[in-house]
Nanobody
Framework: QVQLVESGGGLVQPGGSLRLSCAAS????????MGWFRQAPGKEREFVAA????????YYGESVKGRFTISRDNAKNTAYLEMNSLKSEDTAVYYC???????????????WGQGTQVTVSS
């Protein structure tokens, strides 16, 4: 069993930045792939970014490429999502997740956090 807790969400103006954190506990974190997804009201959950356990594989969703950066600190059992140049369309609940595969598909991830709200508005 793995428990994931996201933090760092909030209200930010367009063009601003936020850094989300995902603290993991339970089973070994360092051998698991980490992913970030988001879900806006009335929309399906959307892939944002994913990173393999050693960092050799990193993927980003098309809408966030060049603006968001995923990272992880296995010693701290924590993953991060640095979000820059935020746009109103980035407004959503952001979820971190972990699993054995580094993919863009929700079905490949096993454990999910409760989510943190990010609102981009002036």
């Amino acid at each position: 069993q793995v428990q994931l807790v996201e933090s760092g969400g909030g209200l930010v103006q367009p063009g601003g930045s936020l850094r989300l954190s995902c603290a993991a506990s339970g089973r070994t974190f360092s051998r698991s792939a980490m992913g970030w997804f988001r879900q806006a009201p009335g929309k399906e959950r959307e892939f944002v970014a994913a990173m393999s356990w050693a960092g050799g594989e990193i993927y980003y969703g098309e809408s966030v490429k060049g603006r968001f950066t995923i990272s992880r600190d296995n010693a701290k059992n924590t993953a991060y999502l640095e979000m820059n140049s935020l746009k109103s369309e980035d407004t959503a609940v952001y979820y971190c997740t972990t699993g054995t595969l580094t993919t863009q598909h929700t079905k490949d991830y096993v454990y999910w956090g409760q989510g943190t709200q990010v609102t981009v508005s002036s």
